[in-house]
Every structure is written in structure tokens, then in C-alpha cells.
């Protein structure tokens, strides 16, 4: 048996801009145990909950983070709307599904660079986001903003993409699709890619499922867990099944972001073939009474929304779970017997977002 | 299945090819319409009725009325339009282009021009006048009905002089 020393990785590390820090036990190269802590970047946004009204917290809410921004504010807004039993146009419906799904695809692009970069594919990772640029160009035409949306609020959406606008994003993602699948071939087909994924990290179902992964973490170990299934926004309305591989390696984890690009088009497209025309918001009146769970599926995983208001304009208590908190015993288990130069890439594998996390 | 050099294709057509990125700052920066970039304010169509103040999610605004004053922070602005949202006389409006930087977080005073703040004033003492005349008249009316009957009269003018009192102070809030 070799030496057992602790090296210490994060919270500042060249592979992640992202304030975790992971007490490593090696033996010689091998990992035996990681150890994690958080905390370096709490905000405290859910205690805002007391100084900012309802309406207000939209756009705390999606500050939460800055890449999965749309859906913090979504997540947010529809569980006051389920409180308040406000039902919001088949519209303000569509609308919220194709900003998911783009806001989703950025999400994704911005992973497939960074692990890119991670296993040393620079111009892999450059080309990924160059990508990424034409999906943060329509969200920025769409509703103003590239990175926080500020579209919803409670009863509705506050901004349309009309017919001609929504015709031309289609036609645009047409393009994106083909560049999607040519670096998908990049990424699965590469032999040297291989070498750094396959087998690296491996997670069975079991443990997946008994750690409770979320995302496409959890559905690379063949957990069928998509909460889109459920069929918030127009979801129900859309024909598509949870991408699931059951490798549970690093490989199946990028195939299945990878796949989920593909997927979110064909969402998009189904969604602009099939929006109503209609209102975008209803007037809501009265202050939310009563508590409600709202669960949404985030690029990076389940997102728990918990509200809870006593009729008065400033709600009692707003809790957030995001999908990395769940993902980060996952990780630790994965990084149990790994070889120390794979720590970057399995931290990545999880698509960590650690100041969400702590939000 | 696996290959290598599969990106060879793409990298020699990036070697030939244009840049993507733009030459900025030498190129200027294009914006959507929709763009959230900063807010204007149409200063002279304020009311200064406080709403932006206490809607603003940063706290970044403040009115002072007696000034003709609307002042904004934009280093604390956060962009999200719901001040623009909430003015009821529409006036300000989310636009294109960012705040520059700057050394200081200082903050930004528009004033209403001295013509408006002028009409202002004069509406509002009108205001006053008409409605303390309207008051001394409502009250003269109902002595004079009074007449006959003394002792319910005096109660009357009581009442419509602390109207008269009162009025010059609402007056102002009431017409604006
Ligand atoms: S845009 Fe938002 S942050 Fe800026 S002044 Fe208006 S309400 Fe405040
Ligand atoms: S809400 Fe509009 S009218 Fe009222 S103080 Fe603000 S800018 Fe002026």
C-alpha cells in the first residue's frame, strides 16, 4: 500500500470557474476518498424573500444563477401561479417551453465546451461555443437579454415571438442541428476523446438511484428522470422521451447532453408548429395564500421550488434545490477510485454549478 | 466506431475562413431592438409619484418631488424593466447599449426642465385657490341657510373653517 497524502483541489482551479473545493485522500495517482465543502459564495437570496414582494422576487429568483437563468425564474413564477390557482394562456405556455428549450441548449453547448476543454481540445471548445453564440443570439433578440431573460412574471410572459421571428429561430436551428451533429462526431467518434471518457467515473443504476442523481447525470446511469415528463409549460402537448444511456460512464454522460441538443430542437420545432395564438399574460389579482412544490427539469437536472405565502404581499419562505446539490454525492462516489489526472473531467461530468447550488 | 482527425475538415475551413468575432471596440457592437440595455427617462412627463422607488428590485431610483428631481443609479440597476412596468404615466422605457464603466458607483439626476417645474407650481396653487373658494362658498351657502336657526349655524362655520385650514396643505398631493 502506497502513501495516503490530501491534495487539496479548488475552490480556484484552472478547470472550473466554479468555487468548489474537494479535499482529495489520494493513494499514490488513485483517489480514495473526496471530500467536499461549499459555501464560498452564498448570497442569501432566499431570505430576500421577506423584503421583496412577490412580483418582485421574479427577478431575484432568476438570478439565482447566471446560465440556467430562464428556469429559476419559471420554476419561481409557476409555483406562485399554482398557489394563486392562476391559469396562464396556452401561449405564455409555448412561449415559456421554447425559452426552456433554448435556454437548455445554451446551457449544454457551454458543458460540451468546457469538457472540451477539460480533456485539452481547445479548438473543440472554441468551435462549441462559436455554436452557442447563434442560440445566445435568438434568446437576445427574443427577450433583450443573452444571459438573464427577464420575460416572466406572474399570469404570463411579458414579451412574444411572433410568427415571422419564430419562423426564422426554426430555420436557424436547422443550421445549428447540422453543426450539432458534426461535432457530435467530434465528441463520440473521436478515439482520443474515448480513451479520456469511456469507463472513467462509472456509476451504476443502483448507486445512482440510491444517491439520488438528478439530470443527465442520473439518466446516463439509466434512470428515466425527466421531470419534463410531467408536463409543466406545454410539455404535455410535445412527443419526446427522456434520453437515457446506461453506461453511466463519463462518455454516456456527454452523449446524453449531446443527444438532449437534438432533442430541444425537435421540441422547438414542435412547439412553433404548434403555438396558439392568444394573450400572453392574465391579470392576476390578490397575494398568494397557501404553499406549493414545484418541480422542473433544468439543464443540468431536477430544480425543486418550494413557496409559501399567507396571503400577504411578501411571501413567508422560498427554498431552492437545484439540480448540482443533489449531483454532488454522485460525485463523490464517482471520484472513489479514480485516477487523480481524471478529477477535472468527473467534476465536470456532474455539469457543476456551484453557485447556484448555494444560491 | 472510431476515427481521428475527424475535425481536420473544420479547423482547415476555420484557417480560410472570416473571423466570427467582430473587430470591437473598432467595430461598433449591433444590439437587438429588444435589447435591455439602459434606462431613459422622459423627466419632463414625471409625476414624481414614487412607484419606479418601490418597485425597483436594487432600490436603485430615487424621486424628490419638491426638487423636481429623478435620480438613478445604474451601477446598481440590474436592468429588468419593472420600474418601466409599473410608471403609470409610461414614461421611462428600457433601451438599448450598456452603462460604461466608470471608477465611482455615482449616481445619475435628470431634473424637470424649469418651464415644467413653472407650470407645475402655478397649477397647483390654482388647485389650492379653486378649491379653498369652493370650500369658503360650500360653507358660506350652508350659513346662510342657517340663519334662522342659531345654534346649529356656529357648528357649521367651525367645521368649514377647519376645511379652509386644511385645504392649501392637501390641495397640492390631490392634483398631482
Ligand atoms: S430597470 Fe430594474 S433595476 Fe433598473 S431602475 Fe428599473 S426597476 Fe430598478
Ligand atoms: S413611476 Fe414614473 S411617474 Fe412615477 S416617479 Fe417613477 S418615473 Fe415618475
Given amino acids: ?359 | 466506431m472510431s476515427t481521428i482527425l475527424n475535425f481536420t475538415g473544420t479547423l482547415l475551413k476555420n484557417l480560410v475562413s472570416k473571423p466570427v468575432t467582430k473587430n470591437y471596440p473598432e467595430e461598433p457592437a449591433v444590439y437587438p431592438e429588444r435589447s435591455r440595455g439602459h434606462i431613459v427617462i422622459d423627466v419632463d412627463q414625471c409625476i414624481s409619484c414614487g412607484l419606479c422607488v418601490r418597485s425597483c428590485p436594487p432600490r436603485c431610483i430615487k424621486v424628490d418631488k419638491n426638487e423636481g428631481t429623478w435620480t438613478i443609479n445604474r451601477f446598481d440597476c440590474i436592468a429588468c424593466g419593472y420600474c418601466a412596468s409599473k410608471c403609470p404615466k409610461k414614461c421611462l422605457s428600457l433601451v438599448p447599449g450598456y452603462q460604461k464603466p466608470g471608477r465611482s458607483k455615482a449616481a445619475v439626476t435628470y431634473k424637470k426642465s424649469a418651464e415644467v417645474m413653472e407650470a407645475e407650481r402655478k397649477k397647483a396653487e390654482e388647485m389650492a385657490q379653486r378649491k379653498a373658494a369652493a370650500v369658503k362658498a360650500a360653507g358660506e351657502k350652508k350659513a346662510a341657510a342657517q340663519t334662522g336657526g342659531q345654534a346649529a349655524g356656529a357648528a357649521a362655520q367651525v367645521q368649514a373653517a377647519q376645511a379652509q385650514a386644511a385645504a392649501p396643505v392637501k390641495a397640492p398631493s390631490e392634483n398631482q
Avoid at chain 1, 414582494?53 to 413564477?77: K, L, P, Q, W
Avoid at chain 1, 467534476?347 to 457543476?352: C, R, Y
Fill in chain 1, 1 to 359: 500500500m502506497g502513501k495516503v497524502s490530501v491534495v487539496p483541489f479548488g475552490p480556484q482551479h484552472p478547470v472550473l470557474p466554479e468555487p468548489i473545493h474537494l479535499d482529495l485522500v489520494l493513494e499514490d495517482e488513485k483517489v480514495i476518498e473526496a471530500v467536499p465543502s461549499i459555501g464560498f459564495v452564498h448570497r442569501g437570496l432566499e431570505s430576500l424573500i421577506v423584503k421583496k414582494d412577490y412580483n418582485e422576487m421574479v427577478y431575484v429568483a432568476e438570478r439565482t444563477c447566471g446560465i440556467c437563468s430562464f428556469g429559476h425564474g419559471m420554476g419561481y413564477v409557476e409555483a406562485v401561479e399554482k398557489i394563486m390557482n392562476v391559469e396562464i394562456p396556452a401561449r405564455a405556455r409555448y412561449l415559456r417551453t421554447i425559452w426552456m428549450e433554448l435556454s437548455r441548449m445554451h446551457s449544454h453547448l457551454l458543458w460540451l465546451g468546457l469538457l472540451a476543454d477539460a480533456f485539452g481540445y481547445e479548438s473543440l471548445f472554441y468551435h462549441c461555443w462559436r455554436i452557442r453564440e447563434q442560440v445566445l443570439d435568438m434568446i437576445e433578440e427574443s427577450t433583450g437579454g443573452r444571459v438573464i431573460f427577464s420575460v416572466n412574471k406572474v399570469g404570463g410572459v411579458m414579451k412574444d415571438i411572433d410568427a415571422q421571428m419564430l419562423g426564422r429561430f426554426v430555420e436557424k436551428l436547422g443550421d445549428v442541428e447540422e453543426q450539432i451533429c458534426a461535432i457530435r462526431k467530434n465528441f463520440l467518434g473521436d478515439r482520443t476523446v474515448q480513451m479520456r471518457l469511456c469507463g472513467v467515473g462509472v456509476l451504476t443504476k443502483k448507486q445512482a438511484h440510491d444517491l439520488g442523481c438528478a439530470g443527465p447525470f442520473g439518466r446516463a446511469s439509466g434512470i428515466a428522470t425527466d421531470m419534463r415528463i410531467r408536463g409543466y409549460g406545454a410539455y404535455a402537448d410535445l412527443d419526446f422521451e427522456p434520453i437515457i444511456r446506461t453506461d453511466g460512464d463519463s462518455y454516456a454522460r456527454c452523449a446524453c447532453r449531446i443527444d438532449e441538443l437534438l432533442q430541444s430542437i425537435d421540441l422547438i420545432r414542435q412547439a412553433a408548429a404548434k403555438i396558439p395564438a392568444g394573450d400572453l399574460s392574465v391579470p392576476v389579482k390578490g397575494n398568494p395564500d397557501g404553499e406549493y412544490f414545484m418541480r422542473i427539469e433544468q439543464p443540468r437536472g431536477e430544480a425543486v421550488y418550494y413557496v409559501k405565502g399567507s396571503g400577504k404581499p411578501y411571501l413567508n419562505r422560498l427554498r431552492i434545490r437545484t439540480p448540482t446539490f443533489a449531483n454532488l454525492a454522485g460525485l463523490c462516489e464517482t471520484l472513489k477510485g479514480a485516477d487523480y489526472a481524471d478529477v477535472p473531467i468527473l467534476v465536470l461530468t456532474i455539469d457543476p454549478c456551484i453557485s447556484c447550488t448555494e444560491r
